[in-house]
C-alpha cells in the first residue's frame, strides 16, 4: 500500500482544513487507517484513527469533539476533517495504514505511511 497524504496549508484559528489520504491498492478497505502528527523536537503522536470498514473510529482527547476521521473506501481516501483550529494544531501530519487496529500509537504498529503535510495555524 502507498499513501500520500495532502490538503495542508496555513489557515487563521478558528478555521478548518480537510486533509486527504490516497492510498494505491485494491485491498485498502482491510486496512485500519490513522492520522498521526509531530512537531519539531517532539514524538510522533496518533491523533485519530478509523477501521478498514470504518465502522469504529479512535480521537486523541487533544482533536476530540473538533476533527472527523471519514474513510471512501471505494476511491481509496481516508479524511480527516479540521474544525475550530488552534495554534496548538500546528504540525506535520501524516497517515498511515496497519492491517490490525491499533490505538496504541505505537509506529511501529503502523506499516505503511504517508509523506507528511504541513498544517499550520496561525493566532
Known amino acids: 500500500v502507498q499513501l500520500q497524504a495532502y490538503g495542508g496549508g496555513l489557515v487563521q484559528a478558528g478555521g478548518s482544513l480537510r486533509l486527504s489520504c490516497a492510498a494505491s491498492?485494491?485491498?485498502?478497505?482491510?486496512?485500519?487507517t490513522g492520522w498521526f502528527r509531530q512537531t519539531p523536537g517532539k514524538e510522533r503522536k496518533l491523533i485519530a484513527a478509523i477501521t478498514g470498514s470504518g465502522g469504529s473510529t479512535y480521537y486523541a482527547d487533544s482533536v476530540k469533539g473538533r476533527f472527523t476521521i471519514s474513510r471512501d473506501n471505494a476511491n481509496n481516501t481516508v479524511y480527516l476533517q479540521m474544525n475550530s483550529l488552534k495554534p496548538e494544531d500546528t504540525a506535520v501530519y501524516y497517515c498511515?495504514?496497519?492491517?490490525?487496529?491499533?490505538?496504541?500509537?505505537?509506529?511501529?504498529?503502523?506499516?505503511?505511511w504517508g509523506q507528511g503535510t504541513q498544517v499550520t495555524v496561525s493566532s
Open positions: 498511515a495504514a496497519t492491517l490490525y487496529w491499533s490505538t496504541r500509537g505505537n509506529l511501529n504498529d503502523y506499516n505503511y
Open positions: 491498492g485494491r485491498t485498502f478497505s482491510t486496512y485500519a
